[in-house]
C-alpha cells in the first residue's frame, strides 16, 4: 500500500465526467454545424510552438501565464495561450495553399496558468471563427450574422450583442484632441461596466477635464431598448457618434452597411450598437463586438471579436485584413450550469438507448446476436456481459440514462421490450422492438 | 522588415490544411458514432498532469520521449503521452462516480518527443476504447466486435485482426520449464514479423535450445487463410495451442467463448488466432489483438489492444480489470494516403453547397437574404463578399469545391442557379434552387 500514488489532478484543470463530457461533444458539434452551414472549414495547428512565435507580439501579462519550457532538443517552446497567433503564423506559413477570403473555425484546447477561480480554468476550450483576406462590410456582418446563429443553435437565444467601431471611436479623440491619452481612455471607458458611470466620469475628468468627459461620457452612452426598438437604436446612435466624430466616414459608413444586411437578413432586433464597447487594449482597429448573456451579464462576453487590420504582421510582409470571433466555451457553460440554478435539466449520461440483459450467461451469443440486430438498424445497444442480480442490471441501466431493456428467451423469437422508465413491457419481435424503439426517439422518456 | 519572425513549426508537429483536417474530423466523426452505437461514453483529462502520475510505470524509454517541465508554481508536470495512463487515474480518483462495467471513449492528443519519421509524428491523435469493471468474455468480444464495426464504418474493412491471449502463452512456457525466460522470449517471438521465421528460430534456439525452439515455432504458427476458412482455422489454432499449454483450462474456455459471440454476431470470418501475437512486454495479461491492412501490412498494427488485470493499481486498493483497444489515427490516415498513391480520391475542401456570387456590391443586402435562405434550409452557404471579376470569384468557388453558384438579379424573383462543375444554368424561383441543391446531394458532382 506504501507505494500507492494518489490520483490527482493539477490545480486549476478538470476532468469531464460523462454527462459533463456529453453536454461539451453535443455543443460543439452544434457549434460545428453552425460553422460549415456558414461556410467556414476546420483547420489544426500544434498544440506547442516555439516560444518565440507565441509570445512575440503578447503584453507582460501573456507571458507570465503561458506554459513555457525547454523541450528535450533544448528548443525554448510554449503551450498556446489561444487560437489567434498560432491562427496568424498559419497564415504566413500556408498563404500560397490558401484562398481568400478564407473562413477559419478552429474547436480546441489552450492553456493559461490563471488564478483559478470560478469559471476560470487553466486548461479550456476555445471556440474561434475567422474570416481573413477581406476588409469588407459583407464579412464583418457575416461574423455577426454567425455569433447569433451559432449561439441559436445551442439554445442560448436570449443574448445582447453589442457592436462598435474602434474607428470612429479613435476619429471622436483626434476630433477632440485626446488621440494622446487614447489608451488611458480607452482603458478607463473598458471598466465602466465594473466601476459605474459616475466613477467612470471621475476617471475621466482627471483624465481629460471636465467638459471631455461629459462628451465622452455622451459618446458611449447606450439606450437601453429591447426587440425591435433595436433596429431604431442603432441608426440613431450612429447618426450621433457620427455626429461626434466629425461627421460621415468609411467606418459610420461601413456600419451603416452591416446595419442594412442584418435588416435583409431579418435578424437586427438581436444587436445593439453600444458605442461603449472598445475591446480595451486589444490589436482590433474596426468593428468591435462583445455578447452578453440576459439573464446572467455578470458573467461576462460569451462572445467576442472585431477587425484587426493586419493578422500575421510579424511573419510576413503581406498584410492580411480579417475579422473573427471567439466563443468562450467553458466559461458559457459555466454561465449554463448557473442559469440551470436548483432545477438542473436531467442529464444525458450515456447514447445507449437499449441494453440487453444477461439472464443466463450461456445465452450470451443470443444477446449478442439480438445487439448486432439493433447495431445493423442504427440503434445503441449494449449487452450486459454477466448473469448479475436483476436489481443490479436495472441500477446500471438507470445510470446510464437507457430508456429500454430487453429480456429474451432462448427460443429467439420474441423478447420482452421494457420501458425502463415506468416498467411497461412489451411481448414482440425483434422487428417490432426496433421499430418501437425508433418511434420513441420523438417522444421524452416519462 | 528586420524584426520580421519566420513563421515555422516545431519539428514532427504539423499543421493541418482544411483538407487534411476536413479528412480527420470526417473519420473521427464517424468512429465516434460507432463508439456511441456500442454504448460507450465520452470522457476529457488534462493534457497535463503531474509528471508522478504519468511516468511511474513507465519504462525509461517513455522518460525520455515525454515533454516534461516545471510549472510557474514548481510543480514536475508532463504532457499526455497516451490516453491510458490518464484513464487509470481518471478511474482512481473517480470510482465513486462511475458505474461498472464502464465504456469510454477518448479520442484526443497526445505527444511523444520521437524521432521524427514517415507516419511518426510528435503530437497525434489517439482514438482509445476501453471496458473496465468486468472480467468477462462478453466484454472481451465487445471490444473486439468495436473494432471491426469501427474500422468498416470509416472505410477500411480490408482488415486482419489477429487474436491472442497471454495466459495460453504463458501456461505453454510454463509446461515446458521456460516461465524463466519467458521476457526474451516474447521479445524474440514479437520481431518475427521483422526478422523472419527463421533467424527467430535461431535466436529461439540460443536461448531455449532446439527442441523448445522447434516446440515454440509450432506453438506460434499460424496458417495463412482467408474468409470463412478463418473460423475453421481458429478452432484448429486452438486446440493445437490448448494441447501444448496443458490442456483446457479457463484461458482456452475465455477463447472459444469469444469465438462463439463472434460466430453469433456473424463477424467470425473476419479474426485469426494467430498465437504469435503477444503484444510484447505490455501490461497485458488476457486477450491481445492487432490489427493489419490487407494491403499494406508493413506500416504495423494500426487498431491494437488487450485486456490488463488491474488498470489503476498504482493508485487505488481495489483491482479494477479491464479490456480495450487504440486506433492510432495518424498512423491509419497516412496508411490510408499511402494506399490511394497516385490515384488521390479529390478531397472535400470544404461544406458549402452553395455560394452566391457578388456581381454589384450595392446588391450585397439582397444576396445576404438570398443566403438566410439556404442557411434556414439547413444548406451550406457563403456570399462572396466583394464584386471582383466573375473569373476570380468562379475560381475561389472551385479551389472550396462548391458545386452551385447564384446569380441574383435585382428583381429577386428568380436566381440563376449554376452547376459550376459543368457551368449548366438554370433560371428558377429560391424555393426551387433549395429543392434542386437537395435533391443533388446524393449524387456526385460531375
Not at 69 to 94: I, M, W, Y
Not at 121 to 144: K, M, N, P, T, W
Request: proline content about 3%; glycine content about 8%.
Amino acid at each position: 500500500m506504501s507505494d500507492l500514488i494518489q490520483a490527482r489532478i493539477l490545480k486549476g484543470f478538470r476532468d469531464f465526467l460523462p454527462e459533463q463530457e456529453i453536454e461539451r461533444a453535443l455543443l460543439i458539434e452544434k457549434l460545428t454545424a453552425t460553422f460549415r452551414l456558414f461556410g467556414f472549414v476546420p483547420i489544426d495547428t500544434p498544440a506547442l510552438e516555439y516560444s518565440e512565435i507565441l509570445l512575440r507580439k503578447s503584453d507582460g501579462e501573456t507571458e507570465k501565464q503561458v506554459f513555457r519550457f525547454e523541450d528535450n532538443g533544448g528548443r525554448d517552446v510554449s503551450l498556446r495561450f489561444d487560437l489567434t497567433v498560432p491562427f496568424a503564423r498559419f497564415v504566413a506559413e500556408h498563404k500560397a495553399e490558401l484562398y481568400f477570403p478564407f473562413k477559419r473555425y478552429h474547436i480546441a484546447k489552450v492553456w493559461r496558468g490563471e488564478k483559478p477561480q470560478a469559471g476560470r480554468y487553466r486548461e479550456f476550450v476555445q471556440c474561434d471563427f475567422d474570416i481573413v483576406g477581406s476588409d469588407s462590410a459583407s464579412v464583418d456582418f457575416e461574423i455577426l450574422a454567425l455569433m447569433k446563429t451559432a449561439l441559436d443553435s445551442i439554445g442560448v437565444s436570449a443574448v445582447t450583442i453589442k457592436v462598435s467601431h474602434r474607428g470612429i471611436f479613435n476619429r471622436f479623440l483626434a476630433n477632440r484632441g485626446l488621440t494622446a491619452k487614447s489608451e488611458d481612455i480607452l482603458r478607463t471607458v473598458d471598466k465602466r461596466g465594473k466601476i459605474g458611470t459616475e466613477e467612470t466620469g471621475r476617471l475621466l475628468e482627471e483624465l481629460a477635464g471636465a467638459e471631455n468627459a461629459r462628451v465622452i461620457l455622451d459618446y458611449i452612452q447606450c439606450e437601453p431598448v429591447t426587440g425591435t426598438e433595436r433596429i431604431e437604436q442603432f441608426s440613431r446612435t450612429l447618426e450621433k457618434i457620427e455626429r461626434l466624430a466629425g461627421g460621415p466616414a468609411a467606418d459610420t459608413a461601413r456600419l451603416r452597411d452591416i446595419h442594412n444586411f442584418m435588416k435583409a437578413r431579418g435578424i437586427a432586433a438581436s444587436y445593439v450598437l453600444d458605442p461603449s464597447i472598445t475591446r480595451g487594449l486589444d490589436y482590433y482597429t474596426g468593428v468591435v463586438y462583445e455578447t452578453f448573456l440576459d439573464e446572467l451579464p455578470s458573467i461576462g462576453s460569451v462572445c467576442s471579436g472585431g477587425r484587426y487590420d493586419n493578422l500575421a504582421g510579424l511573419y510576413m510582409k503581406e498584410q492580411v485584413s480579417g475579422v473573427g470571433s471567439s466563443i468562450g466555451l467553458d466559461r458559457l457553460i459555466a454561465g449554463l450550469e448557473q442559469l440551470r440554478g436548483n432545477s438542473p435539466q436531467p442529464g444525458k449520461a450515456s447514447f445507449t438507448e437499449v441494453t440487453v440483459f444477461c439472464q443466463s450467461a450461456e445465452s450470451l451469443p443470443l444477446y449478442h446476436s439480438l445487439a448486432a440486430a439493433f447495431h445493423r438498424a442504427g440503434i445503441s445497444c449494449e449487452v450486459f456481459p454477466e448473469a448479475k442480480k436483476m436489481a443490479q442490471q436495472y441500477a446500471w441501466a438507470e445510470k446510464k440514462t437507457i430508456r429500454w431493456g430487453i429480456l429474451a428467451s432462448d427460443d429467439g423469437q420474441t423478447v420482452q421490450l421494457k420501458n425502463l422508465s415506468n416498467r411497461d413491457s412489451f411481448d414482440v419481435t425483434i422487428v417490432d422492438a426496433i421499430k418501437k424503439i425508433q418511434d420513441s426517439r420523438s417522444t421524452p422518456a416519462t
